[in-house]
C-alpha cells in the first residue's frame, strides 16, 4: 500500500469559531533521590549495622537531608515461598493522577532480590537463545536463592512480559520452556550496502539495511527503558539480566534513546547486568566454516581481522555503557553463565536504601554527581555515582522533544492540555488510489506568542500517522510550523489551521495527530476513524463534502495531488463547521464517471464509456437546508454537462451559498446530487451552525 503526505499550508482563519476551554488537568509529583550503599569492612565483609547519622550525602558539592533510610538483607529470607507480585502488570492504574511509589510498594520487595530476565531475541540467533535458555534454566534450579523473585521478559516483534516476578520454580521454567528458539528470525542486523567482504549467497545486490539496523538497535534501548520505568514505583533496587548477542552500533543511531535508557534505570534504582551469550569467540580469517564465502579480496588481508575484531567489539561497546552507568556489570568472552547471576546475588545481598529531597530545584535535565561519605573510618562504599535531574520542556533537548512526540503519538493515553480539532475527507485521484485532505484546528487563544522585531511569533510541533484495519503504520507526517504575526491580541480571537493530506487506497484508517506548542511544551492529540469507500461497488460514485468559508490563492510549492486547489485557488476547509452570518459557505464535492446517454435519455446510459469522454453525461445538483423539519432555504438547481477534471474522471462542484439571509442558529444541509442520465441518486447530508 503507497502512502504520501502533503503540507499544504498554515493559517489564521478569519472569523474562525473559537471552542470554549476549561481547564482542570492535575498534576502530581515527587522528586524522592535514592541512593543503594553498599558497605564493606577491611577484610570485604558486609557491614549491616549502619545507622542514618553514619551517612553524609553531597549532590555536586551540596549537603542532602537524608528523609529516607532503609536496610535490604535478603539473607534475612530464610526459606523459599510462592511469593508472587505484579508489578510488571501493564494494566492501566487506578489512580493515574499520582506519581511515586505505592503504599505496599515496599513492604510487599522487603528484603527481596529482584531480578529481571530479559532476553533479546531480536537479535539472537536459535543456537544463541537455546544457551540463554539454558543458562537461565540452571540458574532457576540450581542457583536461586530463597531471596530471589524473578521476572521474565522477552523482546521479540514485541515486548512481552513472560512471567511476573515470582519465587515458583515451576512458574519460571515453564515461562523459559515456552519462549519460541525461532522468535527473533527476522530481526537480525543487516548490512550496510557494500559488497566488499560480504557472504556470496547468489543474491544480485546488497541492500543498505543501515536505517533498519538503527531502528532495531532503538527499539531495544526503548525496551529497556520501559521495563525500567514501569519498575520505578517499587524502591528496592532492581537487577535486569540482559541476554544478548551484543548491541551493534552504525555511529548514527539516535544517542537520547542510550541517554534515556540508562537514565531512566537509574531513577528507577535499577542496574543492567549485560551478558553477552556468544560467550568467548574465535574469529577466523575469512570466516567460520558454516558461513558462505565472502567477495572480494578483504577476508584474505590481516585487515580483514582488525575489522572483525573491531566490529565485535562495536556490539560490545552497548553492553558495557549500560552496565556501567547503571551500577551494574557486563559479561563478555566467557563462557561461564552462572557468573552473572552469582554477581547479582553478591551484589544485592546487603545494602543500604537512602532518600533524600535535591535542594537543587531546577529542572534543567544536567547531570548531577552524587558522594556518599561515612562517619566510620576503614570501611569501603559502593554507590552510583550521579543522575540526570528531571527537565521541563525548556531545558529538554531536541532529541528529547522529538521522542516525546513520538511517545505521546504511540501512547493509548493522549494528551488534552491543548485543544485540538480534526476534519478529513476523501476524493479520488486514480485507480482505487484517493487523497485524503486532513485539517487541524488549534484555537489562537491557546498559543502562548513571544515577540520579537515588532513581531508576535510562536512554533508548533506537528506530527501524525495513519493505520489501517490490521493496525499497521500506512502513512505518516512531521512537520514545524512557525507562525509570525503583526498583533497576537487578533490571532487569539480566531483559530490557527494546519492543512495536510495521506495518499491511501480504499478501506477503513484510524488518524492520529499530536500538536505541540513550543513555549510551554503543551501537546493535544486528536483521534478518528475514517473509511474510504469502494467506488466500484457505489451506483453513484461521489467523494466527501468539504465546507468552507475561505478560498485564498494558492502557494507555488501546492501539492499537485490536491483536488481542492484547482486554477490557482485553494479552498480551505472548515473543521469546526461554524459560520457567521457575513460569510459565504462554500460547499465542494465531485462526482465520478457518471452515466454517459448518447442516444436519448430513454436508452438508459452508456455504462462502458472511453478515458475521459463526458458526452451525454447530465449531472443536477442543489442544496437545501433544514431546521428542524422546516425548509429554510434552497439553492438554485446547478447543472454539469462535461468532466472539468478528466484526468481523474471527475465532475468537481463548488457551490456558494450567501449566509446573509440565515438565522442565527443550527442547520442540516442536504446536498442533492442526481445522475439524470444513468438514473441514480443521492443525498449526503452535514450539520453546520450559523452564528450572529
Same mark, same amino acid.
Given at each position: ?15 474562525? %469559531? ?107 540467533? !536459535? ?151 556468544? $560467550? ?51 559479561? /563478555? ?29 531546577? #529542572?534543567?535535565?544536567? %547531570? ?36 516525546? /512526540? ?5 501512547? =493509548? ?7 485540538? %480539532? ?25 498559543? !502562548? ?26 502513512? =505518516? ?61 457505489? !451506483? ?21 495531488? =490536491? ?33 454517459? @446517454? ?15 469522454? @463526458?458526452?451525454?453525461? #447530465? ?27 478528466? @484526468? ?16 442565527? $442558529? ?17 443525498? !449526503? ?5 450559523? #452564528?450572529?
Amino acid at each position: 500500500m503507497s502512502k504520501c503526505i502533503a503540507v499544504v499550508l498554515l493559517l489564521v482563519l478569519l472569523g474562525s %469559531y473559537v471552542p470554549s476551554q476549561t481547564d482542570y488537568t492535575f498534576h502530581a509529583e515527587t522528586e524522592l533521590v535514592l541512593v543503594n550503599v553498599t558497605v564493606r569492612d577491611k577484610t570485604g565483609k558486609l557491614v549491616r549495622d549502619m545507622k542514618p547519622e553514619d551517612f553524609q550525602i553531597k549532590e555536586d558539592g551540596k549537603t542532602q537531608q537524608i528523609v529516607s533510610f532503609d536496610i535490604e538483607n535478603t539473607d534475612a529470607v530464610a526459606t523459599t515461598d510462592v511469593a508472587q507480585a505484579k508489578p510488571l502488570d501493564t494494566s492501566p492504574p487506578a489512580a493515574p493522577n499520582t506519581v511515586g511509589p505505592r503504599p505496599d510498594a515496599n513492604a510487599e520487595f522487603k528484603d527481596r532480590r529482584l531480578i529481571v530476565l530479559f532476553f533479546d531475541l531480536s537479535g539472537m540467533e !536459535p543456537d544463541e537463545i537455546d544457551h540463554s535458555l539454558t543458562a537461565a534454566e540452571n540458574y532457576v534450579t540450581k542457583q536461586m536463592a530463597p531471596a530471589d523473585l524473578v521476572s521474565i521478559v522477552s523482546l521479540g516483534s514485541s515486548l512481552q512480559v513472560e512471567q511476573d516476578f515470582t519465587s515458583d520454580h515451576a512458574l519460571l521454567n515453564k515461562a523459559l520452556q515456552a519462549l519460541n528458539p525461532g522468535a527473533g528470525q527476522g530481526f537480525e542486523e543487516g548490512s550496510t550496502g557494500t559488497t566488499e567482504g560480504t557472504p556470496d549467497t547468489g543474491g544480485s545486490f546488497t541492500a543498505d539495511d543501515t536505517e533498519y539496523n538503527i531502528f532495531n538497535t532503538d527499539r531495544r534501548l526503548e525496551a529497556l527503558r520501559s521495563v525500567a520505568e514501569r519498575l520505578s514505583h517499587v524502591q528496592q533496587k532492581k537487577s535486569l539480566i540482559y541476554f544478548s548477542s551484543g548491541i551493534d552500533r552504525t555511529g548514527i543511531e539516535n544517542e537520547s534513546e542510550l541517554r534515556a535508557a540508562t537514565n531512566a534505570a537509574v531513577r528507577a534504582n535499577m542496574a543492567f547486568y549485560t551478558m553477552d551469550i556468544r $560467550g568467548l569467540q574465535a574469529l577466523v580469517a575469512g570466516g567460520e566454516a558454516q558461513n558462505a564465502s565472502l567477495r572480494g579480496t578483504s577476508p584474505y588481508s590481516g585487515q580483514s581481522t582488525l575489522n572483525a575484531l573491531n566490529s565485535n567489539f562495536t556490539t560490545q561497546e552497548t553492553l558495557v555503557t549500560l552496565a556501567a552507568d547503571t551500577g551494574g556489570r557486563a559479561f /563478555l568472552d566467557s563462557n561461564d553463565f552462572s557468573k552473572v547471576f552469582k554477581g547479582v546475588q553478591d551484589d544485592t545481598s546487603t545494602y543500604y536504601v537512602i532518600g533524600y529531597h535535591s535542594t537543587n530545584a531546577a #529542572r534543567d535535565g544536567r %547531570y548531577r554527581r552524587i558522594t556518599v561519605s561515612l562517619n566510620r573510618p576503614g570501611m569501603k562504599i559502593e554507590f552510583r555515582r550521579g543522575y540526570y535531574a528531571p527537565a521541563d520542556y525548556q531545558h529538554a533537548t531536541r532529541d528529547d522533544r522529538e521522542r516525546q /512526540l513520538e511517545e505521546e503519538l504511540n501512547s =493509548d493515553l493522549p494528551a488534552t492540555d491543548l485543544p485540538l %480539532y480534526l476534519a478529513a475527507g476523501y476524493f479520488r485521484i486514480g485507480e482505487n488510489k484517493f487523497f485524503v485532505p486532513v485539517s487541524l484546528a488549534v484555537p489562537g487563544s491557546q498559543i !502562548p506568542f513571544t515577540s520579537n522585531s515588532n513581531q508576535d511569533k510562536a512554533t508548533l510541533d506537528v506530527i501524525g500517522m495513519a493505520l489501517d484495519s490490521n493496525k499497521r503504520q500506512v502513512g =505518516d507526517m512531521r512537520d514545524t510550523v512557525k507562525l509570525a504575526v503583526n498583533a497576537s491580541t487578533e490571532v487569539k480571537r480566531k483559530n490557527v489551521q494546519y492543512d495536510s493530506g495521506f495518499i491511501l487506497i480504499a478501506g477503513k484508517y484510524h488518524l492520529k495527530f499530536v500538536v505541540r506548542e513550543n513555549q510551554t511544551g503543551r501537546m493535544g492529540s486528536f483521534e478518528t476513524d475514517i473509511e474510504i469507500p469502494d467506488l466500484k461497488t457505489h !451506483p453513484l460514485k461521489m467523494s466527501s463534502v468539504v465546507l468552507a468559508n475561505q478560498i485564498q490563492p494558492a502557494k507555488n510549492n501546492h501539492n499537485k495531488s =490536491d483536488p481542492l486547489i484547482r486554477d490557482g485557488s485553494e479552498i480551505i476547509p472548515s473543521v469546526t463547521h461554524v459560520f457567521s452570518t457575513g460569510q459565504h459557505l462554500y460547499l465542494y464535492f465531485e462526482v465520478y464517471d457518471p452515466g454517459h @446517454d448518447n442516444h436519448g435519455r430513454e436508452t438508459g446510459g452508456n455504462d462502458n464509456p472511453k478515458a475521459g469522454d @463526458d458526452s451525454g453525461i #447530465r449531472l443536477l445538483t442543489n442544496i437545501a437546508f433544514f431546521q428542524g423539519k422546516v425548509k429554510a432555504y434552497e439553492s438554485p438547481l446547478q447543472e454539469v454537462k462535461e468532466l472539468n477534471a478528466r @484526468d481523474r474522471g471527475a465532475a468537481v462542484f463548488q457551490l456558494d451559498v450567501p449566509l446573509t439571509q440565515f438565522k442565527p $442558529g443550527f442547520y442540516t444541509c442536504q446536498i442533492n446530487v442526481i445522475d439524470d442520465a444513468a438514473g441514480r441518486f443521492t443525498f !449526503p447530508r452535514l450539520s453546520l451552525l450559523v #452564528r450572529q
